[in-house]
């Protein structure tokens, strides 16, 4: 038999081979980028990893150590990690949660290698000195000043750079547009230094009066990096130019940088605006090839509107980079590593659309809603236009209130459109608000009223108050305002959409007066209730009322509610009124008291109108709402 003939030794090595490829493939896949072409860990610490095993999956004689919870430190790394070859990995608080970190040096730092810890012991502290002494490596150094403008100095001092080297200006205070040019810079090997909102270092005009550069670059705009600071450089190097790379935000800001230093890139990396953590790990990586870091808003399913005419540059010269994310999906969004392609790929232009809002309306339960056949769409180049939309329903349905929404396609859109539609109940009941307060007292108004609608759902109303009538509280008794109710509607079709307000202006009761106290307890703590109706004419009813504590305190008025019912005992609709519930105020009422000790019964006659309601033929559910006395003393029931 021809062939090969493996003999018991052999076969060890043949299996000790494979298992060295599987080793080596599975060590690749795990810290290659993913199919998708993202670097995404469990966490930041993880990420940073995994972006350092790509810069270098060999051996390294040089690693820099970063905080990842907080940005300043490394915001000049990316400059002296390029230098020195050097991956950036990001630690946690303590040594002993950052095996990420660890595990990279362990599998990949020469034992005579250098480890770098940018910033001091307060940001990260001598338990990772002591770790890794143990792990066998003495070459440690730390490069961090009294704050992070000193720290900066001192890395641009590390990095030696020749007398006329371009500087770097970059906010201190906020990390966006340090990261933006972080990539160009850490290539060209200009160092960056920081500066606060209107605040530069002694020691920062002393590094740029010592190398004299010849171009100062200010990444951000005056909101950052106020315009206080220029005079204060060029002073310094009379002749050196100025510029300033600033948009209106940070992601124009990101986009004019990329369009300055980045004409034909090899990739673009795609990362968070919003965190600093993956773009300081990924710097030195996109360094490498002086690859621009696109600043990305997770909240969006597109890349930012200022870097679309970048994108859309780069296809038109025909410049095909290798778009690459870092961070996961949460951070990164698939969609936006999707737009991003499309741009390159120029299956997006200026007349695609870029986005529709969703919309909303608000009916009342059995309102025509038609859902329209047209929305606006923005596009690319921002202008807008209308475009036809197809929904997965035909008709709105109103009938029963709730909230619904309807999915339209519209072609040339990838993403769904929402119509949402609140369907509000119709108004059967409303409880009036009833404010009290002490003379000269401030009065808040409700911004809503409580209703209830014809399914018995309670509902917060807004209301809007009559602007022409002023209640005042300095006016001692009761006093009624009127509001229009907004969005919903009653089950009365001819009723005008009114509320009534009513205020109790009152003195505070002298010291030591025994306080009214209440002998039905069947409403709520301040109520008074109705034991009696009197009389079999409705016109003028008659009503008992049980208090006790009222000596001394001669009953003026009171007010009432209660509801009016037909002979068939189905409710009374008021004509262009409150449904079937009535209202009044009886002002300088007639009362008799009769005590029996210190319980009062307080009899009064009143009449009011009944025209106004059809077919009444019955009052029942009487309830005061407040008593007013001679005093000036008002007890509401609310």
């Known amino acids: 038999m021809n062939g090969w003939k493996i003999t ?143 720290t900066a100095i001192l890395i641009a001092q590390r990095l030696a750079v020749e007398n006329k080297t371009p500087v770097v200006i970059a906010s201190g205070e906020s990390f966006p547009d340090a990261l933006s040019i972080s990539s160009f810079v850490a290539d060209k090997g200009w160092p960056i230094l920081l500066a606060g909102k209107d605040y530069f270092s002694e020691g920062s005009k002393n590094y740029i009066a010592s190398i004299q550069p ?29 510029t300033r790379y600033a948009g209106k935000d940070r992601f124009e800001t990101n986009a004019l940088l990329m369009q300055t230093f980045a004409l034909d890139p090899e990739n673009i990396y795609l990362t968070t605006g919003l965190n600093f953590a993956d773009a300081v790990a990924g710097s030195v990586l996109a360094s490498k090839t002086s690859a621009p870091i696109m600043l990305i808003d997770p909240g969006s399913p597109n890349v930012p509107i200022a870097s679309m005419p970048y994108l859309t540059r780069l296809h038109e010269t025909g410049s ?46 059995k309102d025509k809603f038609s859902l329209p056949l047209t929305v606006k769409a923005v596009l690319y180049d921002g202008t807008s236009k209308d475009v036809a939309v197809a929904w997965d329903k035909t008709e709105a349905d109103t009938r029963i209130e709730g909230t619904y929404s309807y999915y339209g396609t519209v072609e040339g859109y990838s993403e769904k459109v929402i119509q949402t539609l ?22 808040n108004l409700p911004k ?37 109710m907004v969005i919903y509607k009653y089950n009365v079709e001819y009723w005008e959409p009114t509320v009534k307000l009513y205020l109790h202006v009152r003195v505070a009761a002298a010291s030591g007066a025994i306080p009214l106290k209440i002998i039905d307890k069947s409403y709520d703590p301040y109520g008074l209730g109705i034991t009696t109706v009197y009389g079999s004419e409705i016109a003028a009813p008659k009503l008992n009322l049980t208090v006790e504590n009222i000596t001394d305190k001669d009953v003026s008025g009171f007010e009432f509610s209660c509801q009016i019912y037909d002979s068939f005992d189905r409710p009374v609709i008021i004509a262009g009124g409150y449904s079937n519930t009535f209202n009044a105020i009886v002002q ?16 009064a006659n009143y009449s009011f109108d009944l025209n106004l309601f059809n077919n009444a033929q019955n009052m029942k559910n009487f309830k005061i709402t407040s008593v007013k006395f001679k005093d000036g003393t008002v007890w509401s029931a609310d």
């Open 422 to 443: 609140d369907v509000l109940g119709l108004i059967a009941d409303l409880k009036p608000p009833i404010l009290e307060v002490y003379k000269g007292g401030s009065i």
């Open 214 to 242: 010849a171009q100062v670059y200010i990444a951000g705009g005056s909101g950052v990096v106020s315009a206080t600071v220029e005079p204060q450089i060029q002073s310094l190097v009379p002749a050196t130019t100025l």
């Open 448 to 484: 809503t009223v409580q209703a209830t609608t014809e399914s018995g759902k309670t509902v917060e109303v807004p209301v809007v108050w009559d602007s022409s009538r002023i209640l005042n509280s300095n006016q001692v008794g009761t006093q009624t305002l009127t509001g229009t």
């Open 588 to 603: 300088d009422a007639k009362l008799n008291a009769a005590g029996e000790g210190n319980i009062y019964h307080a009899y």
């Open 320 to 365: 095909n980079p290798v778009v690459y994310c870092f961070g996961g999906i949460a951070v990164v969004p698939p969609s936006v590593l999707t737009n991003a392609n499309d741009f390159l790929a120029g299956k997006i232009t200026k007349e695609s659309i870029y986005k529709i809002d969703n919309l909303s309306a608000t009916v009342s339960v």
């Open 8 to 150: 018991g030794k052999m076969s060890v090595l043949v299996l000790s081979f494979l298992v060295s490829v599987i080793l080596m493939t599975f060590s690749v896949s795990a810290y290659a980028a993913t199919p998708d072409n993202r670097f995404a860990g469990a966490d930041r610490f993880q990420t940073a990893r995994l972006i350092a095993e790509e810069f270098n999956s060999g051996t390294v004689d040089n690693v820099i150590l970063t905080s990842g919870n907080d940005f300043p430190d490394a915001l000049s790394a990316s400059v002296l990690a390029k230098k020195l070859e050097a991956p950036i990995l990001l630690v946690d608080s303590k040594a002993e949660v950052s095996n990420e970190a660890f595990t990279y040096i362990s599998q990949h730092l020469s034992k005579d290698g250098t480890v770098y810890i940018i910033g001091g012991t307060g940001i990260i502290g001598t338990d990772f000195n002591t770790r890794l002494t143990e792990m066998g490596y003495l070459k440690i150094e730390r490069i961090g000043g009294t704050d992070r403008y000193d």
